[in-house]
């Protein structure tokens, strides 16, 4: 119900935009969260989005390069990711909560993964 698209391989300071599509569901009504998981590391918060203020909330470490956004017309949150960096490689995770607190353990639903590789 959460699928995930546009990883991919990008050079240092190179741009990505992953687009998360729901379908089967009111997701206009859930907050959107992208997560990510490098390997050998645990699965962490990146941003999120409020479905109803489109408030969002970002990590310290994606701050100010990267933009998250939703399209509720087109059940579509996005990731516009700049200035990207060796450490931002992971597999990018979409998810849906109905909780205003972005847990990685609570989020409602989640897409597959998107595979973002970043080369030095």
């Known amino acids: 119900q959460l699928q995930a698209f546009g990883g991919g391989l990008v050079q240092t300071g190179g741009s990505l935009r992953l687009s998360c599509v729901a379908s089967?569901?009111?997701?206009?009504?859930?907050?959107m969260v992208w997560l990510r998981q490098a390997p050998g590391k645990e699965r962490e918060f990146v941003c999120g989005?409020?479905?109803?203020?489109?408030?969002?909330t970002y990590a310290d470490s994606v701050r100010g390069r990267f933009t998250i956004s939703r399209d509720n017309a087109k059940n579509t949150a996005y990731l516009r990711m700049n200035s990207l960096v060796p450490e931002d490689a992971a597999v990018y995770y979409c998810?849906?909560?109905?909780?205003?607190?972005?847990?990685?353990?609570?989020?409602?639903?989640w897409g597959k993964g998107t595979q973002v590789t970043v080369s030095s």
């Open positions: 998810a849906a909560t109905m909780s205003s607190v972005y847990s990685t353990t609570g989020m409602d639903y």
């Open positions: 089967g569901r009111n997701f206009w009504r859930y907050n």
């Open positions: 989005i409020n479905w109803s203020t489109g408030i969002p």
